[in-house]
């Protein structure tokens, strides 16, 4: 189904100029180009938010002030961030918020997909349901009249303070122009990542879900290294940083690397002060800023105009550098390693990944069994 045609058919519910909060996603990649191109990412139709908590509450706002039902867009992954505002913020025995909310499905059951997504993807439709939204399924050859018969119901749970939900199958959706992205950094990411393997030495590396994790995978491959020394973050999007101060804590005698992206530290950017006030003197932090959520399609993130540094010495980091050049950035990682303190580098890359850039050919589990192993000395 063209997205034109779905949104028109949405309009009894949402409106002729509905409003649109959310975090992209690949398999929504048309509406996603769709809401680009058409209100862009900086007017009042639609913000791109943190995370999918993060929409939930601006779409709730924008009821509040007009209304309206706001749409709320995501991955199936990110219900989880957008449970505690719906069940506490929405739900109609508090304040009744109507929303209504497009849902990407990873994980399908029956549909080959990555591992991070399968249990996920088993519970997509009964989260949503148990969390009191009517949910429908949209298919590639799912008939006009059954949605609109679903826009008709939801419409009037709407007016009654109730959300509902349509979860979108892969190629469902359609839409002929993609949008276009980019910045005027030259670096790449799997260069800069290069260059960290490089600084690192020996030490531990946490890397961020996406692009970020398969480059390293790669990187390993062609330096002819083992991957106990990775820990590969394939889904908790936003939780690498994280991961990464309980293993520093854990074991301060490590220095402790993490390779985090821009939409991912975004995404939970809190954990950033809960590092700041800990200041472990063996973390680098390494943020690779490309002002993108790439790995699912390239929608900006608000990080293109945050001063990310400023953040991080807000929020108690005594050791910040910047880098846009390669030069730039091995001085600044040499740096950091040597400056026995809790630091944080940015890296500002270009948008672009190989065409032909793999996945991991081991399993979560086993990356998992392989980096403790490592940590304990036993490679």
Known sequence: MQVEEFLNILSPLIGKEPFFSGVPDSLLRPLCDYLVNVYGTDGPRHV?????????????????????????YMQNSGEGNAVNPIASLL????????????????????????????????????????????????????????????????????????????????????????????????????????????????????????????????????????????????????????????????????????????????????????????????????VVNNGAHETVGGMPTAMGKVDLGEIAKGCGYPFVLRAETYEELETALRRAKESGTLALVEAFCALGAREDLGRPTTSARQNKIDFMKTLRGEE
């Open 48 to 72: 791109v938010a943190a995370n999918e908590g993060n929409a939930v509450a601006l779409a709730a706002g924008y009821h509040l002030a007009t209304g309206r039902v706001p749409v709320v």
């Open 91 to 286: 739900d109609e025995r508090v304040y009744a918020i109507p929303c209504f909310f497009i849902v990407g499905w990873r994980g399908e059951p029956g549909v080959h997909d990555e591992p991070q997504h399968v249990f996920q993807g088993e519970i997509t439709v009964s989260l949503l349901e148990h969390l009191n939204l009517r949910t429908f399924i949209l298919s590639d050859d799912t008939p006009e009249e059954a949605l609109i018969e679903f826009v008709t119901e939801a419409s009037a749970d709407a007016r009654a303070g109730m959300s509902s939900a349509v979860v979108v199958r892969k190629g469902a959706l359609s839409y002929g122009e993609r949008a276009k992205y980019g910045n005027s950094h030259t670096m790449t990411r799997e260069e800069v990542i290069r260059r960290v393997l490089e600084a690192s030495g020996t030490d531990p590396v946490v890397s961020t879900t996406g692009k970020a994790s398969r480059e390293l995978f790669e990187l390993r491959e062609s330096r002819k290294e083992g991957h106990g020394r990775d820990f590969l973050t394939v889904g908790s999007m936003g939780h690498a940083s994280s991961i990464a101060l309980g293993i520093a804590l854990a074991r301060p005698q490590e220095r402790v690397w993490c390779l985090d992206g821009d939409g991912a530290a975004l995404m939970h950017l809190g954990a950033m002060a809960v590092i700041g006030a800990r200041r472990p003197a063996n973390f680098v932090h390494v």
